[in-house]
């Protein structure tokens, strides 16, 4: 049996890499986070984060509880995610920069979409649910593709803190019904087709499929996305 070879490297001194590529200073100079963080201890770090990047409507009394493995943070505290993820930077007076851009198909299908873009889009539909009695802690189910007014749908409903489950678009009646079941959705939000490498996807056809087998469903709502056959 061939002894092993010795000579040369060891894998360690390979793969050790102290080569540095810094940016430049004029681009390091606009980071969020610079050098002096770690002058911050674990503790200090993450309630000045805490404080400066979240709204809170009750403020948070303990940092955080850490019973291994299980952790809580910020507790005691009350926000809201929709008013930290749009409302405060509308406040801020940003609410003409863009919150994000938006490509579907066809390749021309294309928006930007504003803070107060998003923010009005968001309190109308909120209000709507809030219409069909949608409340805190009424559980919905949405069942959409990737499209602006799935965002405008999670929003809207932890805007009115009602607990919702996202079923991805590309999943059966089975699937789909079989978590509405799980939480026991009041409320579905769906459109009448997908589109996915230019076919349709029949998301309202598989949604009637999926309430046939759920019974705690009471309403639905559905966008309209192509205009196709599966429209309501």
Not at 42 to 61: A, L, P
Request: proline share 6%; aromatic share 10%; glycine share 8%.
């Amino acid at each position: 049996m061939a002894e092993a070879m010795t000579s040369g490297p060891a894998i360690e001194t390979i793969l050790l890499e102290e080569r540095r590529y810094p940016p430049p200073q004029d681009f390091a100079s606009q980071a969020n986070a610079q050098p002096d963080i770690y002058d911050l201890s674990f503790e200090e770090f993450w309630e000045t984060e805490g404080r400066e990047r979240v709204s809170w409507f009750e403020d948070f009394k303990d940092l955080y509880e850490w019973e291994q493995p299980y952790a809580k943070w910020y507790l005691g505290g009350k926000l809201n995610v929709t008013y930290n993820c749009v409302d405060r930077h509308v406040e801020a007076g940003n609410g003409e920069k863009v919150a994000y851009y938006w490509e579907g198909e066809p390749e021309d299908d294309r928006r930007t979409i504003t803070f107060a873009d998003l923010q009005q889009d968001v309190v109308r539909f909120a209000n709507a649910l809030r219409k069909l009695g949608v409340q805190k802690g009424t559980p919905v189910g949405i069942y959409m593709g990737m499209v602006p007014e799935l965002p405008v749908a999670m929003l809207a409903c932890a805007r009115i803190g009602a607990p919702h489950t996202v079923v991805f678009g590309g999943f059966s009646a089975d699937s789909l019904s079989g978590r509405l079941n799980d939480m026991g959705c009041e409320l579905l939000i769906t459109q009448d087709e997908g589109l996915r490498n230019g076919a349709p996807v029949p998301l309202k056809k598989n949604a009637d499929a999926a309430l046939a087998a759920s019974p705690t469903v009471k309403q639905s709502i559905v966008f309209r996305r192509t205009g196709g056959e599966n429209k309501t």
